[in-house]
Every structure is written in C-alpha cells, then in structure tokens.
C-alpha cells in the first residue's frame, strides 16, 4: 500500500486499538526502552516550544532522538494516537522512516466537489501514518507467524540456520526494514521467556510458533545488513545483549555486532 492509496482510508477503531496494543505490549515488555525514548520526546517538545518548525531539526534533542533510529517508530505512532495533528510527531517519522512504502504524502489543497455529498476530504499527513502504520503492523505479524512456522516445520529435520534463514519467509520480514525491531524484539522476548519455561509450540500471548529463536539473526541483518556468521550461539548471551541494546536507549551504532564465531565487535 502507498501513501496515495492510504488517501482512501479512515481513521477508524481497529486503527487506533492496533496502535496502543503494541504500544502497550512494547511497555510491558520493555518500559525501560518506553521510558528513554518518553525522556527524550520530553526534552524535544521543551526545547521546540516557542521555536519556529524550520529549527526542529537543529536542536541538540532531536540529534538524541533521530540517533535511536526507526526502533522507535512505533512510539512515534502512539503520539500520532493520542494526537493526529502533532506535527513535531510527523516530522519526527519522516526523518527515521526509511521505507518509502510508509512514508504519507503531502496533501494538495483540495475543492469541493459540488457533485459529490458531503465535500471529499484529504487525510492529514499524521493521520495517513496512523493508517499507513496499522496496515504494517497487520502484515508484519503474519510475516511473523509465517516465519516462526517455518521454522517449527523445518527444524524437526534440520538443525541448520541456513535451512531457515535462506527462504521466503525470513525474505519477507527482511525486506519490512529497521521499522519492524521492536515487532521482532517482542516475539524474541516471548520466544526466550517460552524457552526458559521449557514450553514449545506456541506462545498464549501472541499465538506464534517458538520457532528455534532465529530472531538474533534477523535482528543482526536488520541493523547491519548481514548476518552473524556465528556457528556457536549462546542463546541467552546473545539475547541479553539485544535485550540491552533496546533498552537502554542505545544509538542505533550500540547495537550488537557479530563477525564470526563467538566473535562481537
């Protein structure tokens, strides 16, 4: 779907519920990462109160907030949730947007037409993000599921990663972008917590197979365009890591890096 079709869209319930339940899930999971990007936002909106729109870029808060990267996407949304005429939100998801795809247009001042009852209306470009935004959600969680059932077919005859990493299905998600992390970090949080409890199958919150955590590798290709090339993975290391990547606020450059076995930059 692209902005211009998005035009044709309303700004409905399921829009607006799909928006807080992942913003919730994400605050549930990760309150410290929820937490750092809130203080961040807080020392942007200070800083651009009385300031003209052309400076926002030019604070030394917007640097702190635009350096996390399109992780924090989905916290932009929320404040497009709570309000769709925010246009410091909007300008914020436009400059750590990096899919086309999902980017609003700008609207053209439109003229009534007389023929048509009531007036045509055009979206706001926040509210052409709200629906743009709900939209990848629903695709990106059946990417999910697709993937993670993948991987729960395929593992019980091969132990290989390339045999699950080198498909379609991980193609698939790959191609979403650095937008969908914090999707990808919440079901390798939910898969990590099924694994230490020593469950299979499938998770009660998201109804997702558990896969053989792979997210690693998604995560890795999704921040630095390859994968880990690791051949012995200590799993609850290497989620730790991303765990604290994520957390804590970290500049998209802290992120975990692999380069061979048991190696990290």
């Known amino acids: 779907m692209t902005a211009q079709d998005v035009t044709d869209l309303e700004i409905?319930?399921?829009?607006?519920?799909?928006?807080?339940r992942l913003y919730l899930s994400l605050l549930e999971t990760f309150p410290k990462y929820v937490a750092n990007f809130q203080?961040?936002?807080?020392?942007?909106?200070q800083?651009?109160?009385?300031?003209?729109?052309?400076?926002w870029s030019s604070v030394a808060s917007f640097t702190a907030l635009t350096a996390l990267g399109p992780k924090i996407t989905p916290l932009v949304v929320y404040q497009l949730a709570l309000n769709p005429d925010d246009d410091a939100a909007v300008h914020l998801y436009t400059t750590i947007e990096t899919d086309a795809?999902?980017?609003?247009?700008?609207?053209?001042?439109?003229?009534p037409d007389p023929s048509t009852t009531p007036a045509t209306t055009t979206m706001s470009r926040g509210q052409q993000i709200l629906s743009l935004s709900f939209e990848r959600n629903r695709a990106v969680r059946n990417?999910?599921?697709?993937f993670a059932e993948r991987c729960e077919r395929v593992s019980r005859f091969h132990s290989s990663s390339a045999m699950l990493t080198e498909c379609a299905e991980y193609d698939a998600l790959l191609a979403f972008g650095p937008s969908?992390?914090?999707h990808v970090m919440l079901q390798y949080a939910r898969d990590v917590e099924m694994s230490q409890q020593g469950g299979g199958g499938q998770t009660s919150a998201s109804g997702i197979g558990r896969g053989t955590l792979l997210w690693y590798e998604l995560l890795h290709e999704l921040v630095w365009g390859?994968?880990?090339?690791?051949?012995?993975?200590?799993?609850?290391?290497?989620?730790?890591?991303?765990e604290a990547w994520f957390q804590e606020g970290l500049a998209v450059e802290g992120a975990p890096r692999f380069s061979g076995e048991d190696a990290m930059v």
Request: glycine share 2%; charged share 20%; aromatic share 10%.
């Open 226 to 242: 390859h994968k880990t090339a690791l051949r012995t993975v200590r799993l609850g290391e290497v989620y730790a890591r991303w």
């Open 180 to 182: 969908i992390i914090p």
């Open 12 to 20: 409905n319930e399921n829009t607006i519920w799909s928006t807080n």
């Open 47 to 55: 800083d651009i109160s009385a300031t003209d729109p052309s400076v």
């Open 39 to 45: 203080a961040k936002w807080n020392d942007w909106q």
């Open 143 to 146: 990417a999910l599921a697709d």
């Open 101 to 111: 795809l999902y980017l609003p247009s700008t609207p053209e001042p439109s003229t």
